[in-house]
């Protein structure tokens, strides 16, 4: 059923009794084309884009808990594409332009905001860093603007401007940017998938792979066996321990990264900050939460929560640059269990083993990267040759020392 | 051309303000900065963990401590600062004990002059373990942290070195605090900060 | 305050308080006050306003209390319909009456009322409504709710797409929200501390009470933390009896005897709001909420990180609603509060009230109320018959009891007038009430036991999810753990603190527990009434019951989607009056079984808490410690500009009278260096000691060059990789022995190159005997560069110090005698490319250093300079620094290729080795000269071969660092360029859109400036 | 989080650093000693690179620089973040290590 105010309208007169589900519930069937792992914003995205623009609709996507239970729904819902190195910016602005038309494709409200993002910077190594970043997008063609302090202040006038520690000096600006909402993006691909004929299957645990003489040829899980021409990982967090059922060892660890959402206040930031001289990034939901975030706990971790330094650590920079918010509570605290690669950069690529492709390492960058991360997979399945934008984005670049790293962090994931 | 003056200088000549501070009539902490001090890192060679023991024994007239702790002897502490190394901690005097230091160890252990890589902050009074309570995250229980135990621990995310000695005058607590100096005038802030609301006398 | 004997519990009133006129009209507007009884101090008046209202309450009252006794009944609006709602609870579960409390710098949005302390002056307002709360605009929302249901606004709001940043999007942000937050800073201070105990004990009701008196009388150390103001819990509203004596006086003496105890510490006004890893849990102590402002040196709130090896939680159960049209009316209340609101409070919610149960519990209110001399017009309750204890009350007193349900709840802004009862048989009545109160039984907070994840289990007799698996260390007991008798508590609680003192090695021997009555607690569960009309699940998020099962119909069925598409349970109260209800609707409408059903995940913090509390300290300038130099106060007395470079203030530069910028400043402190001489505090170099006898050994394997063939009393400049072949740091190292060398870092990687050489010290190579200390705070460092350095150093060196070419050739390193007795070290390294020495003094002579080569120098002109001279002329002589050792380049892309030993093995040597890393057409540095040569050169822009339209393809690099050269007089660059070696004399194109710049350039080698390096060695 | 140093006992997280896994090993290796220069790449790639990443006890490294500078290594498990063990690295302290490094 589409929507639209007439649709909702119509509903309410049969006090909404109309509505059907958004997707389907189906048995699995004995054997797909593809089969994707990860009923996240990627794998989900990755049925939609491999249905829509490849032809391919014999897709399940089999999710071992509830649709968007992973990363998908623990993120601070941050959409940008200020990346700096090549590999990077074209694919992130890919998805940036897939965000700015996601509500029409998907006949879904996913309250993609454009409300402009602005990273504070508080010494000139840091502006120069932002000047060259700044180019960067803009010799890509995408927006960029590097703020002094006095355009700063007129923007976000509550900002701390006395602080005799790290002053603000200016903020690189990407007003393309903004937040979405995240859930939405999931059910939006999932209803849209579906309305393609994807099979979303939840509650359905992969346990193993099927091979036969080397290639994969299905998946084991815990509602039975399932063949399959091609599968695909899509499940960042997890992904060592699915990629461990084929064999495969992976250059990505996995980390806990928290995420902070106070109680809901009256509009108080437009659009969303990001903290140069510590660990500390906020935006406003449309419901009124501040939601926050900062640095990873530091430590390998998949039990989804975090410990006492970190929320201090990230409040820390919050009241260093905006002690305005000092009297709003914090509501609620969650962790995600971040896919942190060797490089800060993600793999969409096939594997060593036939049949069986990848889609991983997202770091804390994920979220933002979900519609390009669909559609890119998605060609690579089909066509089994990474899309253009997604060329760099090899497993074995580590090997050739090709690394795509923008921290300069080098191999040690939880610096990224 | 004349001599130079050499006149040293304390890295709480500023944040260091003697008097009386904060709320209250009787302070309930006494902060005092102990001037001219000789500490000397003191880091056993491989396998010369004892010998270098042996040698402070006849030094210094004590065992140095083989496990966090803090051991005094005439006008010298030696003070547990890691596996298998002490701080030795003594007025600075003529820069002769140095020197005998230097010869005893030679080849045994190496040694590190800190006595001007540290300020050494000492705290003592009624509120003290309360004040410190909310800058250091050690058990400071009398059960737990007697007189004699020593601790490297951290201060606002910076590496100290913690000893506690016998009770000052009126049996109140006393701990001795060695931070780096560099960082000394931030951490007195935090200090001293954290003394206010139990009355503060600096001196 | 003697309350208890006054506020007695069920049925122990004497005639005279019996009387009807109980309440009182005096004690100014408190129309609803009891002449008698509660725990408030009727001697201490307080006043305050609500919505500018002026009132009065007592000390002891609570806020909502208060508003209770001036029978105020309209508190707040609901987020979404902004429907008038009252006060519910008398707790920090409360969903409905939010208040914004203070004003101004101070203003603090959703304050519960239920837990805000009155104190004289208390300024609180009404929220999210406009322009008044009897008539707020936005309650046509609630007109609109039959559109406005459950996720509509994910099936709108999409055409035209242009529509939703500029319209649809800023309309419902102003919509949403509740209070308004300070626009100033918080002027408040906040602190957080550390505590440490064997048990703490979460809760001080009945059962914590009894459990922390258990373990401190065996010596344990327990902490006791209670988010209220008082001691007692559930005991404060219901009374009993214990150990023969009013419960009101056994709490009192628990008090006295737990306070006796010296390793017991009470914290009261205290929350626990999480449980971490390593028996760390996290709790808020209101220290100064009562208060209008802070006292002197006081803080506002303390967040405390306790450490406990054992933790007993009691922290009790919470009433729960039951879903029926008309449930949030202002006047309908759980049944609990409006106990509590009489026995502890004397405060009277209605004079006419009607009861909902469906448990035994429930009905404890029909006494209070009478007692209070309120009447009970009606008891409703669903399970059809009366509870056997009370039957004799029903036949004395001809009370009203109707089997069934309510149906809907009569009133509007003004509160409940009546209640619509549906009999068992069908038929409908009305009933006169102006105060609904509701019982639909108990969920303990299993809260804190599923903060590691943990999923609670569910019990059918007390039809309640009870805890599951809790956190190590961690053990729930009484109501928290779905135990409701009191006696029943009391042992469990005795016993707990028993076995948690035992866990920690004390002897059992805490005597014997307190003792009272065991009355049962029966209840059949009633989730829901069905009936026409909006019955609501979460109060304050709106989200009613056909919500629920729109969002299953539409296939949001698991909790967690219908949390996330209803929005229930995600309000500021979490749900701890609405989660079960909904999923309990959920069930019946899936037809599976709770349990089946299950919860969403528990989230920390319990209550919320203010951010500032998180930060403490840590705030503004104290955000993160600073570091100053030894010279740092000598600089600052000359007018140094500071700059913060890590934690560290550098001296930028120095300006001088007359000087209208810093590029003059830096200008002329270059100048003054290259003719003449000048010097620089390099303190924050980071300094390592490298002692014992394979130190030699040990450099040779860090640095990709090598040090054991340093002879002693030389320097050497070193360079040191990742493991993945990436450069990480460079330094000058100098041999002062045999086993004994100085290294030193870069300032911003001093920390990390420590941490790396204590891995290789004792992780890679523990057979080497090295030893490694920091020796960065115990040096001033000065570099003193120009032509006239060694005549400077001459007038300050003992004279029996040879300092000439032979005596003290370039990179040697040694210890002199300086004038005055005091002793230096003297490394003749070079980082401007001058005759130059560096000198060390211990730091305590940093500020007369500065003085003292101020004096020798004076003869000489020379002068202090800052990091920004420093850097103009490592730039003219093409060192490489921060912005070219960026974390991605090789030792090649730095010109420094051939340092690398062919001869050993060295951290990173393999993998630098990689055929991408090798390749030919990496970036590397080169030097820039803008052919325009006093055009700016900024850092930042990017290198475009000349002709070329800029693009991924045509972007050759970019700028890492620019200066003006006062001595060549131009504009001058480093940059990281592809190819660069091979394009030497090239014209390019520097492209800098972000600052709208576009101008040629030269490619040329970066040593800019006597490339011979004659000038160094003279 | 407490991480019980042995040398100190039981301090909070904010003291130590954290590295990671500590079973990849080294490589070690003499120049020109005849080891094919592939295989010796290939090692160092597994060693700075590949991670078992394991959902479960993991062998790490955390150093504790905020107290006595030892470096450690700890069993934990990830799940759950409980410490199994805690040593100190063979050349911590100052004892002759019997065994050679990680």
Redesign the interface.
Known sequence: MKYSIFSLARAAMTGHRGWTRAWRDPAPKSRYDVIIIGGGGHGLATAYFLAREYGIRNVAVLEKGWIGSGNAGRNTTIIRSNYMLPGNVGFYELSMKLWERMEQDLNYNTMVSQRGIINLYHSDAQRDAFARRGNSMRINGIDAELLDAEQIRKELPFLNYSNPRFPIMGGLAQRRGGTARHDAVVWGYARAANDFGVDIIQNCEVTGFQRTNGRITGVETTRGPIAAGKVGMAVAGNTSRVASMAGLKLPIESHVLQAFVTEAIKPLIPGVVTFGAGHFYISQSDKGGLVFGGDLDGYNSYAQRGNMPVMEDVCEGGMAVMPMIGRVRMLRQWGGIMDMSMDGTPIIDRTPVDGLYLNAGWCYGGFKATPASGLVFAHLIARDEPHREAARFRLDRFRRGAMIDEKGQGAQPNLH | MGDFSWTSQSPLQKALVPGVHGAGSVPGVELTEIRNILLVQVMARRGNAAAAARIAKKLFGIEPPSRPGAVFGKGVALVWSGPDQFLVFAPQGDGSLMERIADAFAGIASLSDQSDGRCLIRISGARAAQAMAKFLSLDLDDGVFPVGAAATTSLDHTAINIWREADAAGETPLYNLAVFTSFADSLYRVIADSSLEYGLRSS | MSGYIESQPLGRTSAKDDAAGNTQATGGTQSHRLRAGGLIDRQAPLGFTFDGKAMTGYAGDTLASALVANGVKLVARS?KYHRPRGIMTAGSEEPSALVEMRTG??????TRATTQELYDGLVANSQNRWPSLRRDFMAVNSLLS??F?AG????????P?KF??KIY?PM???A???????????P?H???????CDVLVVGAGPTGLSAALAAGRIGA?VIVVEEDTQLGGRLLGDGGEIDGMQAGEWVRRAETELEALPNVRVMKRTSLF?V?????Y?ALERVNDHVPVP?????RQR?W?I?ARRSVVAAGSIERPIVFPGNDRPGVMMASAVRTYVNRFAALPGRQVALFTNNDDGWRTVEAIRRAGGEVSVVVDSRGQVPVEYQSVVKASGLRVLSGCVSDVKGGVDGVRGVVVTGADGRRQEVAADCLAVSGGWNPNVGLSC???GRPAWRDDIAAFVPGDCP?GMRMVGAAEGTFALGECLRDGHAAGVSAAVDCGFAEDAGSAAEAGDEGYAISPLWQVQAKGKAFVDFQHDVTA?DVT?AQ????E?V??LK??T?LGM??D?GKTSNINGLAIMAATTGRSIPETGTT?Y???YS?????A?????????????????SH?WAAARGAVF???GL?KRAQWYPQPGETDWLQSVSREVTTVRNGVGFCDV?TLGKV?V???DAGTFLDRVYINAFSSLAVGKARYGLML?????VMDDGTTSRLAE??YFMTTTTAKA?PV??HL??C?????????V?L???????AQFSIAGPRTRELLQ??CDPAEDLSNEGFPFMGAREVK?????KARLFRISFSGEMAFEIS????????MAE?LM??GKPFGVVPYGTEALSVMRIEKGHVA??EL???TTADDLGLGKMMS????FIGR??A??????APDRQVVVGIKPLDRHRRL?????VVPKGEK???DT?HG?V?SVCFSPTLNQWLGLGLVTRGRERFGEIVRI?????SEDYEAEICSPVFYDPEGVRQRG | MRIACPFCGEREVGEFSYLGDASPKRPRYTVDDGSDPAALEEAFYDYVYLRDNVAGTMREYWYHGGGCRSWLIAERDTRTHEFKSVQAAPGAGASRAALPGE
Do not use: C
């Open positions: 987020f710098a101070r203003r603090e949005p959703n039959p559109i249901v509509f606004y994910y099936k709108t709001f999409m055409w797409a939703w940043e999007e419902i942000r102003r949403a929200g509740l209070g308004k937050s300070a626009e100033q800073p918080d408040d906040y602190d957080k501390a550390w505590a440490h150390r999480g971490y890893d390593g028996g760390t996290g006292g002197p040196h006081q803080v967040l990180r450490i903060f590691h994840r190590p056909s729109l119909r539409e296939g949001y698991s967690e989607h996330r598409y929005t309000a500021t979490q995940i989230r920390s913090p919320p808490v203010a951010i500032g998180f930060a403490g300290h840590n705030r503004d300038e104290n955000f993160h410690a600073w570091r100053l130099a030894p106060h700059v913060d470079v560290w303190s000691d002692r014992g006898a990742r493991e993945d072949g990436i086993d004994h920390g420590m941490q204590e891995f010290r004792q992780v890679l190579w523990p057979e080497l005997d030893q200390s920091s020796a960065t705070d115990q040096w007038a300050l300086l004038r005055g007795g005091i003094v211990p730091a305590r002579f940093g500020n007369a003292n004096i020798a921060g912005p960026n974390g991605t062919k001869k050993k093995d393999i993998m080795g990689r055929e991408a890393l090798a900024r850092s930042g822009a990017h800029p693009g991924p972007d970019y890492t492209y800098d859109p972000l600052r």
